[in-house]
């Protein structure tokens, strides 16, 4: 089952900006967005909760904003100043709780994903 529509991915340089958006099918309640690598586990990137409080994983803190429109049942991932380190799957995910986690297992569907790629 498709719970959201995922887009804004691509090939970015280093410095670059990036602006992925993830449409729900549904209400969204607390939204995340995480990322992984081959090999690694998934990691949390930024969280939105009900109420708009924010929360952002130590490396993209100042680089990345989450935020929301609820009337479109939307949320997005303004990223700036992308270093390739940053090159991953991303992934939006669905609480359906108003508080932000930063654990996977605590969210309800995830998205089919988009891969951003930061090189020259």
């Known amino acids: 089952q498709v719970h959201f529509v995922e887009s804004g991915g691509g090939l970015v340089q280093p410095g670059g900006s990036l602006r992925l958006s993830c449409r729900s099918i549904?209400?969204?309640?607390?939204m995340g967005w995480y990322r992984q690598v081959p090999g690694k586990e998934r990691e949390a990137v930024a969280c939105?909760?009900?109420?708009?409080?924010?929360d952002y994983a130590d490396s993209v803190t100042g680089r990345f904003t989450i935020s929301r429109d609820n009337t479109q049942n939307k949320v997005y991932l303004q990223m700036t100043n992308l270093k390739p380190e940053d090159t991953a799957f991303y992934y939006c995910a669905k609480r359906d709780y108003w508080a932000c986690s930063n654990r996977a297992e605590r969210y309800d569907a995830w998205g089919q994903g988009t891969q951003v790629t930061v090189s020259t």
């Open positions: 939105i909760s009900d109420t708009s409080t924010t």
């Open positions: 549904s209400s969204i309640y607390a």
